[in-house]
């Protein structure tokens, strides 16, 4: 079945720094790929997506380049600000119908 | 705001009980997901209903129910609670543009606790 496999977080960086969360999945065809956000205490928000091999999503200074050969979609950001601590979703839609596979999740912590 | 409301935002009840989770869509949206958000699987799809009617059905246990209404709210019914399926319960909507990837909208959860 379909599958996201993300990196283990909690992932702990220091305001500036480079940005990257591991996401590589397993789908029948070709799935279009999504990265969501939760704050604390809220419901996921639709950070950005690619529907194609090779087409880069960004929003808010993140970025994700779908890559069929790896089947991957690495979330990545320059220089990662405080405010960009929460916990990071990659997921899929596959095939029919448009519910979404989600991985585990991953926690970013920023701090000064 | 996501234009996603879900009642309550906490629940606490014992084991054996039986529970109702309710959430209203986004304006315009048919489409309603529930997932399930614990520490150990992550966030689990249970099922999807489009204008009333089942789409689709994921890893929602025999224990567990859903519908949408004519309104298009939608409640999930949790019964012969175990201690395992203390969780935050999400809503979704979209539009369910089949082809169109529409995002998904989602709630702020519901924590149930079970003790």
């Known amino acids: 079945g379909d599958s996201v496999t993300q990196m283990e977080g909690p992932v702990t960086l220091s305001e500036e720094a480079f940005l990257t969360i591991n996401c590589t999945y397993t789908a029948t065809g070709y799935p279009s790929l999504f990265w969501y956000v939760q704050y604390p205490g809220e419901g996921l928000q639709l950070l950005l997506k690619?529907?194609?091999?090779?087409d880069k999503g960004s929003n808010k200074g993140f970025e994700a380049t779908y890559r069929k050969e790896t089947t991957s979609f690495h979330l990545e950001k320059g220089s990662v600000q405080v405010s960009d601590s929460a916990v990071y979703f990659c997921?899929?839609?596959?095939?029919?119908?448009?519910?979404?596979?989600f991985g585990t999740g991953t926690q970013l912590k920023v701090e000064l | 705001d996501s234009g996603v409301t879900q009642t309550p935002k906490h629940l606490i009840t014992a084991t054996g009980q039986r529970v109702t989770l309710r959430c209203s869509p986004r304006s315009g949206d048919l489409s309603v997901y529930w997932y399930q958000q614990s520490l150990d699987q992550g966030l689990q799809f249970l099922i999807q209903y489009y204008n009333g009617e089942e789409r689709a059905k994921g890893n929602i246990l025999e224990r567990f129910s859903a519908q949408q209404f004519p309104d298009l709210h939608s409640e999930l019914n949790l019964s012969s609670l175990e201690l395992g399926d203390s969780a935050l319960y999400f809503c979704?909507?979209?539009?369910?543009?089949?082809?169109?990837?529409?995002?998904?909208?989602f709630g702020n959860g519901t924590r149930l606790t079970v003790t």
């Open positions: 979704a909507s979209s539009v369910d543009v089949e082809g169109g990837n529409p995002p998904l909208h």
């Open positions: 997921a899929l839609r596959a095939g029919g119908g448009n519910k979404l596979t």
């Open positions: 690619a529907t194609k091999a090779d």
